[in-house]
């Protein structure tokens, strides 16, 4: 199994190696991306992303090239627009373009944060061309699916463990192409059932995989088989 994404700090929450095989880190400001660098050279199942999450702007955007020149880094992000509460809408787009932008540039995935945004986030993609990449912890329901799908590039579907128990997700589940999801914890957030409540680790994926695989009404192995080989087609691992 797969936690194509998960935050963990420099103490390394526990991670059992025997339940996952890989797990993307995903990069919320210069300091954690820095770490995320830092913790994949001692741990051979991570593998790191850069990014400035759309509410960490306090951060130099033109530094982050110099991260991504990192050979092992895989990914781009978190990186998207979040309109809640107060918020710079301007700022929010230069720093996603400007990481939409590296992305083509270094030929990496993209991982994007589109909250309460997501016709706004659907829109830019649109602009670009040459890009692949994930909207993680999709949140646009079934209208938007095929918005998505038809962005120009390779668009996949992060599902995080809400799926456990949030009304409504599995029908968009159902709705997203099996070849386009991709499972996710966001560890130490979202806690899957039955451990909601509490800290999220990347060896929680499991419950994702299998309610996934629940909901397609096919095996786990099958399930694990068809969500591994999407993680590893988009961020080429």
């Known amino acids: 199994m797969i936690d194509t994404h998960a935050h963990i700090d420099s103490t390394l929450c526990d991670i059992d190696g025997e339940v996952v095989n890989a797990v993307i880190l995903s990069g919320a400001n210069l300091e954690t991306s820095k770490n995320n660098?830092?913790?994949?050279?001692?741990?051979?199942?991570?593998?790191?992303?850069?990014?400035?999450?759309?509410?960490?702007?306090?951060?130099?955007?033109?530094?982050?090239?110099?991260l991504v020149k990192y050979p092992n880094v895989i990914a781009i992000g978190e990186c998207g627009l979040e309109f809640i509460g107060d918020f710079d809408k301007k700022k929010q787009e230069q720093y996603f373009r400007k990481?939409?932008?590296?992305?083509?540039?270094?030929?990496?995935?993209?991982i994007i944060h589109a909250r309460k945004a997501m016709d706004e986030t659907i829109n830019i993609?649109?602009?670009?061309?040459?890009?692949?990449?994930?909207?993680?912890?999709?949140?646009?329901?079934?209208?938007?699916?095929?918005?998505?799908?038809?962005?120009?590039?390779?668009?996949?579907?992060?599902?995080?463990?809400?799926?456990?128990?949030?009304?409504?997700?599995?029908?968009?589940?159902?709705?997203?192409?099996?070849?386009?999801?991709?499972?996710?914890?966001?560890?130490?957030?979202?806690?899957?059932?039955?451990?909601?409540?509490?800290?999220?680790?990347?060896?929680?994926v499991r419950y994702v995989y299998q309610k996934i695989a629940d909901i397609w009404g096919g095996s786990f192995e099958t399930t694990e088989n068809i969500l591994d080989d999407n993680a590893k087609k988009l961020f080429r691992i």
Not at 99 to 110: D, G, M, P, T, V
Not at 166 to 187: C, F, M, N, Q, W
């Open 37 to 66: 660098l830092l913790l994949a050279e001692k741990y051979s199942i991570l593998y790191p992303a850069v990014g400035i999450h759309p509410t960490e702007l306090a951060d130099d955007i033109n530094l982050l090239e110099v």
């Open 125 to 204: 993609l649109g602009e670009y061309k040459n890009l692949r990449g994930v909207i993680h912890c999709y949140s646009g329901g079934k209208k938007r699916i095929k918005k998505v799908l038809e962005l120009p590039g390779e668009w996949y579907f992060g599902i995080d463990g809400n799926l456990t128990y949030e009304v409504g997700l599995e029908e968009v589940v159902k709705a997203i192409p099996h070849e386009r999801l991709l499972a996710e914890t966001d560890s130490p957030l979202l806690t899957p059932e039955p451990f909601r409540g509490q800290e999220n680790k990347p060896e929680y």
């Open 99 to 110: 990481q939409i932008e590296l992305a083509q540039k270094y030929n990496k995935a993209l």
